[in-house]
């Protein structure tokens, strides 16, 4: 898929650790233009900051501090996207925070700052970049005007021990994406969404229950923050055609067993 989406300008939070950053990096290597973003600049596992992995890529990205929580925010990333490259063709809003607590446990001003960012964030980018799209023509060898992908989780299907409000807003997120896709599908817009497993990004909260999460996964190994940006550049590019408000397990076969 060399090449997948040259042409093509993505919107991407949480661009600088994790998945979001080997989402932004395969974007780039695959001929995007990236407007990138997030809270911070260094990457929670350490390393290289991504704006300067991307600028190693070329010159045709944006970073911006931005919080995907903020109306403002969406808004003003998606008119750097078009003053910058013209139009906007891929949405990915992945920046996604938990606090790792149970009912009882949860404080309401953080379950109300997750679901601020896992899913009213989500409902902001998205209602942003359908806006946006519903302007523009498809590009040439694609049928969609512009391609939503939503990350969800395979804990938005089933539970996950002490993410109470994590797990809730990832289930808010799977029904999005399935309610925007039915009712753009017509005007030329897709939706789909992609719910990772197990992913070792590198995190210390990442590293929590390995021996279990190894058990429960088929595949002989836990995920890594490339499998899911794969499984992005395929629902980014012309090749995902025909298919819209799917929710794509990227998670070692843990669903299936």
């Given at each position: 898929?060399?090449?997948?989406?040259?042409?093509?300008?993505?919107?991407?939070?949480?661009?600088?650790?994790?998945?979001?950053?080997?989402?932004?990096?395969?974007?780039?290597?695959?001929?995007?233009?990236?407007?990138?973003?997030?809270?911070?600049?260094?990457?929670?596992?350490?390393?290289?900051?991504?704006?300067?992995?991307?600028?190693?890529?070329?010159?045709?990205?944006?970073?911006?501090?931005?919080?995907?929580?903020?109306?403002?925010?969406?808004?003003?990333l998606v008119?750097?996207?078009?003053?910058?490259?013209?139009?906007?063709?891929?949405?990915?809003?992945?920046?996604?925070?938990?606090?790792?607590?149970?009912?009882?446990?949860?404080?309401?001003?953080?379950?109300?700052?997750?679901?601020?960012?896992?899913?009213?964030?989500?409902?902001?980018?998205?209602?942003?970049?359908?806006?946006?799209?519903?302007?523009?023509?498809?590009?040439?060898?694609d049928?969609?005007?512009?391609?939503?992908?939503?990350?969800?989780?395979?804990?938005?299907?089933?539970?996950?021990?002490?993410?109470?409000?994590?797990?809730?807003?990832?289930?808010?997120?799977?029904y999005?994406?399935?309610?925007?896709?039915?009712?753009?599908?017509?005007?030329?817009?897709?939706?789909n969404?992609?719910?990772?497993?197990?992913?070792?990004?590198?995190?210390?909260?990442?590293?929590?229950?390995?021996?279990?999460?190894?058990?429960?996964?088929?595949?002989?190994?836990?995920?890594?923050?490339?499998?899911?940006?794969?499984?992005?550049?395929?629902?980014?590019?012309?090749?995902?055609?025909?298919?819209?408000?799917?929710?794509?397990?990227?998670?070692?076969?843990?669903?299936?067993?």
């Open positions: 898929m060399a090449g997948a989406l040259t042409g093509r300008t993505a919107i991407l939070t949480g661009a600088a650790s994790g998945i979001g950053r080997a989402i932004a990096l395969r974007f780039m290597n695959e001929g995007a233009n990236v407007v990138a973003a997030d809270l911070r600049d260094n990457p929670l596992e350490g390393g290289e900051p991504t704006q300067q992995k991307l600028a190693e890529l070329g010159a045709s990205f944006v970073w911006e501090t931005a919080d995907q929580a903020s109306g403002e925010d969406a808004e003003r008119s750097i996207a078009v003053e910058r490259f013209g139009r906007l063709d891929i949405m990915v809003p992945n920046a996604a925070i938990s606090d790792g607590c149970r009912l009882t446990e949860t404080d309401p001003d953080s379950f109300d700052r997750i679901l601020s960012v896992n899913l009213r964030g989500v409902y902001l980018f998205c209602k942003e970049a359908v806006k946006q799209m519903l302007l523009q023509e498809p590009l040439a060898g049928e969609a005007r512009g391609r939503i992908i939503n990350i969800s989780s395979q804990h938005g299907m089933v539970c996950s021990p002490s993410e109470f409000s994590y797990g809730i807003s990832k289930a808010g997120v799977a999005m994406t399935r309610q925007i896709a039915v009712d753009y599908a017509k005007d030329g817009i897709v939706c969404a992609v719910s990772p497993g197990k992913v070792l990004t590198g995190r210390a909260d990442g590293m929590v229950n390995l021996d279990y999460s190894t058990s429960r996964t088929p595949m002989p190994r836990l995920g890594r923050p490339e499998d899911i940006a794969n499984a992005a550049v395929f629902l980014a590019s012309a090749q995902a055609s025909y298919m819209t408000g799917h929710n794509l397990m990227v998670d070692g076969g843990w669903m299936a067993y």
